[in-house]
């Protein structure tokens, strides 16, 4: 996507998070976050991509922000690229705590 068209600016992080698909959870890693959605890297075969994983699919991600919250993000999949043996995934977020905002503000700020 653009960076003109997106509405909330990118920050980059690395956050282990687990995306829990279809009741199984996966290992993953958060490279960027905004108000508005996620960046989240995985590994295609642990997914099970393209059999098992697709543009607006919903999904649930949880991980410990720095802060110590433990929070879980109900997200939808916008985007999927394969590259380098690496699932990129671009979610927008559904349902987020309070928590996660905060961290987002705090992180804005530095």
Known sequence: ?????RLHPR?????RCEIIFKD???????HN????????????????YPAGLSSNDNIQVTCVLPSGDNIMLKCQI????IHDKQLNIG????ESPSAFFDFVKEMELT
């Not at 996507?1 to 068209?5: A, C, L």
């Not at 920050?11 to 956050?15: A, L, Q, R, S, Y």
């Not at 976050?33 to 099970?48: A, F, K, N, R």
């Not at 916008?78 to 690229?81: D, F, N, Q």
């Open 1 to 5: 996507m653009d960076i003109e068209k």
């Open 11 to 15: 920050i980059n992080v690395d956050i």
């Open 24 to 30: 199984k959870i996966y290992d993953s890693l958060i």
């Open 33 to 48: 976050v905004s108000m508005g959605g996620l960046y989240i890297e995985s590994t295609p075969d642990l997914i099970g």
């Open 78 to 81: 916008k985007w999927i690229l």
């Open 91 to 94: 979610v927008e977020l559904i």
